[in-house]
């Protein structure tokens, strides 16, 4: 598959190239300001660039000579770094969960969620050669979970959008097994390439490619409009600027996100929360060992032996079982009170 040109529909979903976290505490002075130079990401330059990050929130004016020799803007805490990169990729991420999904609130709780593990991971997040893409991850991960089907509030997808091409895009997208959505979004909606795709999906390079051209047809089949595109690329062109569309469709339902500060503080309390659920079940099972312990037995105590009939006499453990041959006898008794010996048979007088 060759190399695209990028489209200006699809910037609203896609996030802007989150600003790299500052270099580990270990390196200071000199030694963590070439550190951060060299780990600062280089500019990118036309329509790829509006694609990824829009405007530069320090102003796009600047020249480009201006912001290379000024060297990247660093973060004094992990806090500042964390706020930054939620700032970056938070609402893009909702939007790209909303078209795996079509679910606003289970989008919310996966990028949230993935926020949390990305706090919970931060020294390995801001280590990352693409922290935003470590985050994209854990949302797609968590929102193309099977397990929601099982849960009543997500059980089924919210209304689609009004209009009739948007609507017939996103039933289409739905229809498709999560792989192949998953790796229709990621190379037609946010622009990586094959190699990128396939290694975020899990996937070899010629299983996404079949996963890519399968998806586009069943997409295709389901919206015509798709079917004037006379090649690929024309047709990953179109597909783009679709899915952009629809990620932008209804912006304020699908992007309403709580601060950084909330999904860090809430990110802490889970933690906490299934820190002491684990450190009390820790001491259950100790204290239930312990018990057992002190109350198991010392030394080997032998079983009672089983009483043995001894030369008729029946067990001491209540009455003997009734058998067939005893019954017999109780019913004869009963029903031959009179027959017998002349000298055993009772005179009633």
């Known amino acids: 598959m060759t190399e695209r040109s990028t489209s200006d529909a699809g910037a609203a979903m896609s996030p802007p190239a989150p600003p790299h976290p500052p270099p580990p505490p270990e390196a200071e002075g000199a030694e963590g300001a070439a550190v951060a130079a060299a780990d600062a990401p280089e500019p990118e330059s036309g329509s790829k660039a509006e694609f990824e990050g829009g405007s530069d929130p320090e102003g796009a004016s600047e020249s ?198 909330g999904v860090r503080y809430r990110g802490e309390r889970r933690i906490q929360v299934w820190t002491r659920a684990a450190v009390a079940l820790t001491a259950a099972v100790a204290g239930a060992t312990a018990f057992t312990v002190s109350t198991a037995p010392t030394h080997y105590i032998p079983p009672v032996t089983p009483g043995q009939r001894v030369e008729g006499v029946p067990l001491n453990s209540g009455p003997q079982r009734v058998t067939e041959e005893h019954m017999e006898l109780h019913r004869k008794l009963l029903n031959e009170p009179v027959h017998g010996p002349e000298r055993l048979v009772p005179e009633f007088r």
Do not use: M, N
């Open 64 to 261: 480009e000579d201006a912001s290379e020799s000024e060297p990247a803007p660093g973060y004094a805490t992990p806090i500042e770094a964390f706020e930054a990169l939620y700032a970056a990729c938070a609402t893009p991420l909702v939007q790209q969960a909303y078209l795996l999904t079509g679910r606003r609130r289970l989008s919310r709780e996966a990028v949230e969620r993935a926020f949390h593990l990305a706090w919970q991971h931060w020294p390995e997040v801001a280590t990352d050669a693409d922290p935003g893409g470590w985050v994209r991850a854990a949302a797609h991960d968590y929102a193309l979970s099977p397990w929601h089907r099982f849960r009543r509030v997500h059980r089924h997808p919210d209304h689609p959008p009004a209009d009739p091409g948007l609507r017939a895009l996103l039933l289409a997208l739905l229809d498709l097994p999560p792989s192949y959505r998953r790796t229709l979004l990621l190379y037609d909606g946010l622009g990586l390439d094959l190699p990128e795709t396939a290694a975020e999906t899990q996937a070899s390079t010629p299983a996404a490619a079949s996963r890519l051209v399968h998806a586009r047809e069943a997409v295709v089949a389901r919206v015509p409009e798709l079917a004037a595109a006379a090649t690929p690329e024309a047709l990953s062109e179109l597909l783009r600027a679709r899915i952009g569309a629809l990620a932008a469709a209804e912006p304020g339902k699908a992007a309403r996100l709580p601060g950084a500060g």
